[in-house]
């Protein structure tokens, strides 16, 4: 097995993978809690979490946390989606016991003060603004939410103003007690690194209260929305158009990878070539695949000139229909496989790369596969198997967002 895996008395697990030939260490805390699991009150909270680990403890600043690591010459970040939130570092392998320290301290001992919390409070508020005024990131949020429409995983990760401006000590840190258990942490590390001494480490630092992992209750998402959409005077009208697909662990994930890749992956892709090459409609055009615990979705964004919109949103559902008709060719399997297997190894060739596939694997529960594993996984795939998927997944009803300067009966048309 190429990586390591300990789960302590506390529930807590750590999982390594050893990279002899770095003088690197990628290390991540992460959380099984994300926008899906707050309720209409709590909406950005793990969001907002995130952002105030890094305000303060009893003996640390703010700035005194940014110096410790800007010290030792170690990356600092971390991120929020909608089933876990990681905390992350890239570090030269001899401060591993520093580095682990800090996040120890980061996490487990974070003030969460109210004045702190005002000031965050603000800074997102700032960061939904800016999302606002980035149509091309909006539109994946309106997206899901209509795709996802009453279901937790519509949700947006950064929440509404209303929300956040809420959030004061108490309701963060309840929710920091609740969610930031042992058992719902993953400690993952990959580099030049020894499995025995992150185990100690961990064990003897990283204190989090409770051990008991939360349970996520799992639905099926309803009917999504046909057309969500937002009047907005931009220069491109912004269009994202899919449907429901598979979760985390199923089987036919590696042929609808396949499809993905063949459909919208790339400048060989057909909705490239379609609708960027042969017709000019856009400088950018892509598909993309979307794995969640019990659902999944498979979608199209497209930018273009307002004008364009009804014939870029024709060309999207056509490509989708045939390929759901017909399937794809063998050259196209054949570029597909090669063009992940390239993707993979080049993915994987460095720390961080290989602590995210680590962590991730582990904290969403889904098997773990060696690279050889993952590569023969592609291989085994069949033109019959794409053609089954695509016919199966292509075939739910589709959910569109757009964002641009359109009237109501132009956007109305879109729909039909």
């Known amino acids: 097995?190429?990586?390591?895996?300990?789960?302590?008395?506390?529930?807590?697990?750590?999982?390594?993978?050893?990279?002899?030939?770095?003088?690197?260490?990628?290390?991540?805390?992460?959380?099984?809690?994300?926008?899906?699991?707050?309720?209409?009150?709590?909406?950005?909270?793990?969001?907002?979490?995130?952002?105030m680990m890094f305000k303060g403890t009893p003996t640390r600043s703010a700035a005194d946390i940014s110096q410790a690591f800007d010290r030792i010459g170690a990356d600092l970040n971390a991120f929020t989606s909608k089933e876990y939130t990681c905390y992350y570092s890239r570090f030269v392998s001899d401060n591993l016991p520093v580095i682990i320290e800090l996040f120890s301290?980061?996490?487990?001992?974070?003030?969460?003060a109210e004045d702190a919390c005002f000031r965050e409070r603000e800074v997102v508020i700032e960061e939904i603004a800016r999302t606002e005024d980035a149509p091309d990131d909006q539109i994946h949020e309106i997206f899901a939410s209509g795709l996802y429409a009453g279901h937790p995983l519509g949700s947006s990760i950064l929440g509404t103003r209303t929300s956040v401006g809420s959030f004061d000590h108490a309701a963060t840190a309840a929710f920091r007690e609740k969610h930031y258990s042992p058992g719902n942490c993953i400690v993952a590390v990959a580099g030049l690194v020894d499995h025995d001494e992150v185990v100690a480490l961990v064990k003897s630092r990283l204190e989090l209260p409770g051990t008991t992992p939360n349970t996520r209750t799992l639905s099926t998402p309803s009917a999504?929305?046909?057309?969500?959409?937002?009047?907005?005077?931009?220069?491109?009208?912004?269009?994202?158009?899919?449907?429901?697909?598979?979760?985390?662990?199923?089987?036919?994930?590696?042929?609808?990878?396949?499809?993905?890749?063949?459909?919208?992956?790339?400048?060989?892709?057909?909705?490239?070539?379609?609708?960027?090459?042969?017709?000019?409609?856009?400088?950018?055009?892509?598909?993309?695949?979307?794995?969640?615990q019990e659902t999944g979705q498979f979608a199209v964004y497209a930018g273009t000139r307002p004008a364009?919109?009804?014939?870029?949103?024709?060309?999207?559902?056509?490509?989708?229909?045939?390929?759901?008709?017909?399937?794809?060719?063998?050259?196209?399997?054949?570029?597909?496989?090669?063009?992940?297997?390239?993707?993979?190894?080049?993915?994987?060739?460095?720390?961080?790369?290989?602590?995210?596939?680590?962590?991730?694997?582990?904290?969403?529960?889904?098997?773990?596969?060696?690279?050889?594993e993952l590569i023969g996984r592609i291989e085994a795939v069949t033109i019959e198997d794409v053609a089954r998927v695509v016919s199966s997944v292509f075939a739910t009803k589709g959910s569109l967002a757009f964002i641009g300067p359109l009237t109501s009966e132009e956007v109305d048309r879109l729909s039909q």
């Open 1 to 51: 097995m190429f990586y390591q895996q300990t789960v302590l008395d506390n529930g807590l697990t750590v999982v390594t993978e050893r990279i002899d030939t770095v003088r690197s260490v990628a290390l991540g805390l992460w959380f099984r809690v994300g926008s899906r699991d707050e309720t209409a009150a709590e909406a950005g909270m793990s969001h907002f979490i995130e952002h």
């Open 105 to 112: 301290d980061m996490l487990c001992n974070s003030t969460l």
């Open 224 to 292: 999504p929305r046909s057309l969500v959409s937002i009047n907005k005077e931009t220069e491109q009208s912004h269009i994202c158009y899919g449907m429901t697909a598979l979760n985390w662990d199923h089987p036919d994930r590696y042929a609808l990878s396949i499809a993905d890749a063949v459909l919208g992956g790339g400048m060989s892709s057909r909705l490239f070539q379609e609708i960027r090459e042969s017709k000019g409609l856009a400088y950018s055009v892509y598909s993309f695949l979307t794995l969640f």
């Open 308 to 372: 364009n919109t009804a014939e870029v949103v024709g060309i999207i559902r056509q490509q989708i229909e045939l390929m759901a008709a017909e399937g794809i060719s063998a050259a196209e399997l054949d570029r597909a496989r090669n063009s992940f297997k390239g993707h993979l190894v080049l993915g994987l060739e460095d720390t961080r790369a290989r602590m995210s596939r680590l962590g991730k694997s582990f904290v969403v529960q889904s098997e773990l596969l060696s690279i050889d």
